[in-house]
Nanobody, 126 residues
């Protein structure tokens, strides 16, 4: 059973930084794609960043490109999202997710990721 647990959310001033972590209960070896999504109240869940376990094929949403960095540490069974130059519009719930490696290419849809964490809140004040 794959379980994902996020941590590291909280509050920051605009222009500041936060780092999110997501630990997973099983080792992801080879053909996995792990990702961060976010979802504001009343809006669809949107992909923020994704990374393939077997290779450094990362992808970022245009809204976070150059500000956020996704990484994965297999030894620690952890996925990270370093968020710099935060903006008030980054305020929302953030979720980590895991799925098959093929979902690290093409359409970045939450429907393609069967495993989810419980979410962590990020609040950025102006």
């Amino acid at each position: 059973q794959v379980q994902l647990v996020e941590s590291g959310g909280g509050s920051a001033q605009a222009g500041g930084s936060l780092a999110l972590s997501c630990t997973h209960s099983v080792a992801f070896v080879g053909n996995w794609c792990v990702a961060w999504f976010r979802q504001a109240t009343g809006k669809e869940r949107e992909g923020v960043a994704r990374i393939g376990i077997s290779g450094p094929n990362t992808w970022y949403a245009d809204s976070v490109k150059g500000r956020f960095t996704i990484s994965h540490d297999g030894d620690k069974r952890a996925l990270y999202l370093q968020m710099n130059s935060l903006k008030p519009e980054d305020t929302t719930m953030y979720y980590c997710a895991a799925g098959g490696l093929l979902h690290c290419a093409g359409l970045f849809s939450p429907r393609n990721f069967p495993y989810w964490g419980q979410g962590t809140q990020v609040t950025v004040s102006s």
